[in-house]
Structure formats: C-alpha cells, structure tokens
C-alpha cells in the first residue's frame, strides 16, 4: 500500500487550496481516508476524516473551511481548504488503515503567509 500526497504550497492568508493523496494498493471506497498535519515544531494532528459511507468528521479548527473527499474512480482523497489562516501552516499527510496497519504518504508543506 502507497500512499503520495501533494498540491502544498505557499499562500496568503484567506486564500484556498486542494490537497490530493493517490492511493496503490488498495481499493479506498472500503477505507477510511485521513488527514493529518504537523505544524512547526509541534506535534502531527488529526485534522479530517472521511468514512465508508462518505460521512466526513473535522477537528474544531477547520469546520466550516476545509472538506475531504474520496473519488472512488481515481483511488484518490481530496482535501479543499478555504479561508487559510497562517495557523493552518503545516506538513500534511494523508492516511489510512487496512487489515492493522497504518500507512501514511510522505506529506506535503503548506505554508500560509499573512
């Protein structure tokens, strides 16, 4: 299983951003997708989730501004980020678990200037 995020950047702040993270190896229609981000010099946080059935969970921070996706076509997860504030600064890696194992993409730097 691989996992390769992309689309970081450098931008202002309120602008927006879409991250990607295509999957191998298996089939993410029957996973649970996951984003992640590490801000400088802190710990890695869970920033989003999206289940099974589509059901789609933030953490506080984000609600309202960011939304995942699955395209179940492309074997892809999707991140959309509006509104960024420089506390959004961070890596960000996309994971998933399949039969108790974790796997993570090697993520991917945004950078929001104010």
């Known amino acids: 299983v691989q996992l390769q995020a992309s689309g970081g950047g450098l931008v202002q702040a309120g602008e927006s951003l879409t991250l990607s993270c295509a999957v191998a190896?298996?089939?993410?229609?029957?996973?649970?997708m996951n984003w992640y981000r590490q801000p400088p010099g802190k710990q890695r946080e869970w920033v989003a989730s999206i289940s099974t059935v589509a059901d789609a969970n933030y953490t506080d921070s984000v609600k309202g501004r960011f939304a995942v996706s699955k395209d179940i076509a492309k074997n892809r997860s999707y991140l959309q980020m509006k509104d960024l504030k420089p506390g959004d600064t961070a890596v960000y890696y996309c994971?998933?678990?399949?039969?108790?194992?974790?796997?993570w993409g090697q993520g991917t730097l945004v950078t929001v200037s104010s």
């Open positions: 994971n998933t678990r399949h039969l108790a194992m974790s796997y």
């Open positions: 190896g298996i089939r993410i229609h029957y996973n649970v």
